[in-house]
């Protein structure tokens, strides 16, 4: 049993829904579609095939990443150049095929911000540019790095995005059509503010739904107003792709960590991505430096790994989920051998929501309960608790379907669908039979459970006791 959550991207590979219930099956706690590719068609009828996987019973989190202001280049000859060091190269606002010369680049609204001396850098950074010239229309450069750029790659001027807003027309537009699919969890790209977020959520409230709003990391500024962006989003993805281009490469491995234990702190979801097991398209087996990577996103004190194209257009996605789960189990073996959570500093938290997380955590770990069980209705308590990283399942009843979903995303927490909640002891004697039906636990074994008056109001916990099931 593993309580670090994985998160599936679905593409290409995943063609059958038969397939997407055995990656579920397989330890996969959340899809990821991703709006930046594919057609509506094609999400649509992937969507409602998730959908019915939950409707059969299936307990696990559908979000939609948007695509954000992402620059990307035209169409190039031949569909792919290369760029020599040394030569000129012109980003144009005009619409063109490109070639090793010239291509187009929608940078209308960057222009006003670039200067002379400005990096730009394509295909991941693969190819650096410096800025020598700026008109109206284009952006004349200077080949520093050269290398090969295909069709459609990414754009990354670091340090120039501001003003530009993470949520464009067609976010919105794809905002509302997942939402009328029954999608309720959404990934932000690109943010540099809480702006974002907050139009975001507003988007959500225009169409009558209670979200949950995700904000990828993945820019300088984004890292520069991390702390009011925290305050505002639901969760946090740190998408070290474009942030590993967008700011020093180096200090991407220590944000990560920084980034991680803040998040937590605010008893929030932290998600990593980008790249965890790349080399799975290519070979059966991963790098040691994935194997590393993984591990080491486990023992930071991640909530949940998310797979890319590992899942997305590989050839065997379950090869990859399956890889992902051996490493997790190993890295969380390692943890459970000091017996130990990964606790934070909880001296300038004094509110009860806090100490009552706090309490459970200790009575855990000096009991050895097999589980924590917090009935919650906003999801807030089972996340605090979460964010203290127990090495025991969480057991979270609810009655909101939202809430119950977008927990699967939390670290350790197995989220319930119950009808209401009115009485504690009638609720856990409801759930039992679901905790021994998922073997989390076994008649005799210690519970940790948290509770409040009056019960099933939010905010209102108050109570943590200890019970034998």
């Not at 190993?330 to 130990?340: D, H, I, S, Y």
Request: aromatic share 6%.
């Amino acid at each position: 049993m593993k309580l670090t959550k994985i998160i599936a991207t679905v593409g290409p590979s995943i063609s059958a829904e038969s397939l997407m219930e055995r990656l579920i099956k397989s330890g996969v706690n959340a899809l990821r579609f991703n709006f930046s590719h594919g057609t509506y068609d094609e999400h649509s009828k992937k969507i409602k095939w998730a959908k019915n996987l939950q409707n059969k019973g299936y307990n696990f989190a559908v979000f939609v990443d948007l695509s954000g202001p992402k620059f990307r280049i035209g169409e190039v000859t031949g569909d792919r150049v290369v760029l020599k060091r040394g030569d000129e190269f012109v980003l144009t606002t005009e619409k063109i095929i490109g070639n090793n010369r010239t291509v187009y680049a929608p940078l209308e609204g960057v222009i006003p911000y670039l200067k002379k001396g400005d990096t730009v850098l394509l295909s991941d950074g693969t190819v650096e540019l410096k800025v020598k010239k700026i008109t109206k229309n284009s952006v004349i450069t200077k080949v520093i790095m050269g290398g090969e750029i295909s069709s459609h790659k990414g754009i990354n001027i670091p340090n120039r995005m501001h003003g530009i807003s993470a949520i464009t027309e067609k976010d919105i537009q794809d905002m509302r059509f997942a939402i009328s699919l029954g999608v309720r969890i959404f990934a932000i790209s690109f943010v540099g503010g809480k702006e974002d977020v907050i139009r975001a959520r507003e988007v959500l409230k225009q169409e009558g739904v209670n979200g949950f709003i995700i904000a990828k990391i993945e820019r300088f500024e984004a890292v520069a107003n991390f702390d009011e962006i925290l305050d505002v989003a639901d969760g946090i993805m740190i998408a070290r792709g474009d942030l590993a281009v967008e700011t020093p490469y180096a200090k991407v491995p220590i944000l990560q960590k920084e980034l991680i234990l803040k998040t937590r702190e605010k008893g929030k979801v932290v998600i990593i991505a980008t790249q965890m097991l790349r080399s799975l398209l290519f070979s059966p087996l991963p790098s040691r430096a994935e194997i590393s990577d993984i591990a080491n996103a486990v023992l930071d004190g991640s909530d949940a790994l998310m797979l890319s194209e590992e899942t997305a257009v590989a050839k065997n996605p379950l090869n990859s989920v399956r890889v992902m789960k051996e490493i997790i189990k190993e890295a969380e073996r390692f943890r459970k051998k000091k017996g130990e959570g990964l606790p934070l500093n909880l001296k300038e938290k004094e509110n009860i929501e806090w100490q009552i997380a706090r309490s459970s955590f200790e009575l855990w770990k000096s009991l050895r309960a097999r589980l924590i069980i917090t009935p919650t209705a906003s999801g807030a308590t089972a996340l605090r608790i979460s964010a203290l990283r127990p090495l025991a399942p969480i057991v979270a009843p609810t009655p909101d379907p939202g809430v119950c979903e977008f927990l699967n995303l939390s670290f350790g927490i197995y989220p319930l669908k119950v009808d209401v909640m009115r009485n504690l002891d009638e609720l856990i004697y409801k759930v039992k039979d679901e905790i021994f039906k998922r073997r989390l636990a076994k008649e005799g074994d210690l519970a940790v459970i948290t509770a409040g008056y009056p019960f099933g109001k939010p905010g209102s916990t108050n109570m943590v006791k200890v019970e034998k099931l």
